[in-house]
């Protein structure tokens, strides 16, 4: 990063005051998400008439979350659980947007531009260098070009090699809040999931470079991995369940056609042990969302295997990976990036991977049509492999007749009557 600001160190209350009344704030997500600094600025919301706030992912719901609308509005590119009960409130809203466009949406001149970028950074060394840590995916970028960026160092965070590494005058301010990192838990793993993962994977062959999203899906299929050989990382994320797999040596990545002997994500989820690991870890390179998300960087990669879930997947081969029970409840995030990545990429699959039911059974997730008011995240042209604990089915090549045939087969037992009827 060319470094052109101060990197003075101030305290909180100075960090707060040079915030402008009516300013946008862009807010690191993921594990770099400063909720110290939030829970500070929350506490001085009588100092200002308003404030919008802009996030994508984020694993735990921020102190002005509570106050929307007094003064605070929040925008997310992709909600999370902790969100679900403010999804209706005139102060927050839904952002349609592709996670390789966080920072195209956001910089000078974009429809949402950031006046203020907050963000999470690891303690400055005595000659200044520190790093993002966790999280690069958006906020990287916004750093060099915001007017104004203010980062919370905090010990916990570990100092990560690639794109997130910068140094204190990389920003105006540096306030310093010590707090444990959010943290994701390894979902359980259950028989569905388990199931799931024995249809998976046998479209991993040796030499796949992998990139998963977040789940006891995707964490079952990463537990299977331990005898492939020369499996590569490049994707949304690391996390707990890809330590095992890079210290056992199936992930060398030797031959995915990019980033040589490296695994690289946007973001680091996980456990308090995974984040410690990743401190000055050669093997993990952190890279901004258009070389992990973008077509440039996925074109790049050779036999790239991107495994994603959806809510509902329609009979033609479409998918909405964002609207249940009749509203909005994410954005699409990295997933169409990935199933369009895995289509142009050499030797590419996209898998997308769910149970066949939802509501405890009484829902099946593969539909005559979306729901209605549902978007299409994921368009019927980029289906290609669709797994359920019924079976793996390959859908591209394939009429709609066929597809719908196919899709019936893995459907859950009790809705295949339904969804065959004319």
């Keep these: ?61 921020p102190a002005p979350v509570d106050h929307l609308g007094e003064p605070f509005r929040w925008l997310s590119l992709q909600p999370t659980g902790g969100m679900r009960d403010v999804l209706d409130h005139d102060a927050f809203g839904i952002i349609p947007g592709r996670y390789s466009d966080l920072d195209g949406i956001c910089a000078p001149g974009g429809p949402l531009a950031a006046d203020v970028v907050v963000c999470q950074v690891s303690p400055p060394d005595s000659s200044g260098f520190c790093s993002l840590g966790t999280g690069v995916g958006g906020h990287v970028s ?3 070009d915001a007017p104004l960026v203010i ?58 470079t992998l990139q998963f999203g977040i789940g006891a899906v995707p964490d079952a299929v990463l537990s299977t991995l331990r005898g492939r050989k020369d499996l590569g990382l490049h994707g949304g994320m690391i996390n707990d369940a890809c330590v095992d797999l890079i210290e056992c040596g199936a992930v060398n990545n030797l031959h995915k056609g ?21 401190d000055r870890n050669p093997l993990v390179r952190m890279a901004r969302g258009s070389h992990t998300h973008g077509i440039l960087g996925m074109a790049s990669v050779q036999n790239f295997v991107a495994l994603q879930s959806t809510v509902e997947m329609a009979l033609d081969g479409s998918a909405n990976s964002e609207f249940a029970s009749g509203r909005f409840i994410s954005g699409p995030g990295g997933a169409p990036d990935f199933a369009f990545g895995a289509s142009i ?37 980029l289906a290609d492999v669709v797994v359920t604990e019924y079976g793996a089915v390959e859908l591209r090549g394939k009429t709609l007749a066929e597809r719908a045939e196919l899709l019936v087969s893995i459907a859950h037992p009790e809705h295949r009557a339904l969804l065959s009827a004319p």
């Design 345 to 381: 990429a050499t030797g590419g699959r996209s898998i997308i991977a769910m149970p066949s039911t939802a509501a405890k059974g009484t829902v099946s997730r593969i539909v005559g049509r979306l729901a209605q008011g549902a978007p299409t995240t994921l368009s019927s042209y």
């Design 142 to 144: 916004l750093i060099r």
């Design 258 to 278: 990019c980033d040589p002997g490296v695994s690289v994500a946007a973001e680091i989820m996980g456990t308090r042990d995974l984040y410690d690991w990743v």
């Design 1 to 61: 990063m060319k470094s052109h600001r101060s990197g003075k160190h101030v305290s909180v209350d100075e960090a707060i005051d040079a915030i402008s009344d009516g300013s946008r704030i862009y807010v690191a997500q993921g594990s770099g998400c400063p909720y110290g600094f939030l829970a500070s600025i929350d506490q001085r919301r009588e100092s200002f008439n308003k404030l919008e706030f802009v996030s994508a992912f984020l694993l735990e719901r």
């Design 151 to 208: 980062g919370q160092v905090n010990n916990s965070m570990p100092f990560v090699h690639g794109d997130g590494e910068c140094h204190a005058k990389d920003f105006d301010l540096l306030v310093t809040i010590d707090e444990p990192l959010a943290e994701l838990q390894p979902a359980p793993i259950d028989p569905v999931s388990s199931k799931i993962a024995e249809h998976i994977t046998p479209f991993i062959p040796d030499g796949s």
